[in-house]
């Protein structure tokens, strides 16, 4: 079975410019969640979406926005990008909202920005 | 969602148990204690979860206070792969699935 996708595994990308992440969910899930992970620390949450719906967003500002789309993938998208964006952006997907089960994470896109 | 303080590092000799400790004060009555690990490089792994009662899986045992102001995660035979930082969060369970992950335990297991 595959487990949750994430695309590209490595980017670097230039001061000001915009990135866009991508994240297949496992198969069936419907929840999707972003996390950032900058070096020697743990991830921090950025974002929520279940039904194609945003749920949850942390202390992240509005250069950060995502989407969920009918097949569940998800997109993350970063505009004007800073130094200090440069981290491991995770992607977790779990089987539905109000249900507790295990999230289950991709292995992550690695983003530098010089 | 209730602040979690765990060691910074801790090693342990393959075949061994590894017992990592949380400590939990604040946690409220609803609130579950969750553990997960990153290996290298890797995204978070779930591990296991428990409410107020012992917990055990394939993987670990969960031992939970009765106070519930700390637990205890045992990997009874610790090998090489379980070389990886260890994070105990705490938050209640259900609607949302937002992890809040302190900086955890880097476990190294030494042959």
Not at chain 1, 1 to 29: E, F, M, N, W
Not at chain 1, 42 to 71: T, V
Not at chain 2, 73 to 81: G, V
Request: glycine share 8%; with cysteine.
């Amino acid at each position: 079975d595959a487990g949750v996708t994430q695309s590209p595994t490595h980017l670097i990308k230039t001061r000001g410019q915009h990135v866009t992440l991508r994240c297949s969910p496992i198969s069936g899930h419907k929840s999707v969640s972003w996390y950032q992970q900058v070096l020697g620390q743990g991830p921090q949450f950025i974002f929520q979406y279940y039904e194609k719906e945003e749920r949850g967003r942390g202390n992240f500002p509005d250069r950060f926005s995502a989407r969920q789309f009918p097949n569940y993938s998800s997109e993350l998208n970063v505009n004007a990008l800073l130094l200090g964006d440069s981290a491991l952006y995770l992607c977790a997907s779990s089987l539905a909202e109000g249900i507790w089960t295990e999230a289950f994470f991709g292995q992550g896109t690695r983003l530098t920005v010089v | 969602d209730a602040k979690t303080t765990q060691p910074t590092s801790m090693d342990c000799a393959e075949g061994r148990a590894a017992n990592l400790p949380c400590n939990h004060s604040t946690i409220s009555g609803n609130e579950y204690v969750y553990w997960y690990r990153q290996i290298h490089s890797q995204g978070p792994q779930y591990i296991i979860h428990g409410l107020k009662n012992n917990e055990t899986n394939e993987m670990a045992s969960l031992i939970i206070t009765e106070d519930r102001k700390s637990s205890t995660l045992i990997l009874p035979h610790a090998t090489l792969r379980d070389t990886a930082v260890y994070y105990c969060i705490v938050r209640v369970g259900g609607s949302n699935y937002k992890l809040t992950f302190g900086k955890g335990t880097l476990l190294t297991v030494n042959p």
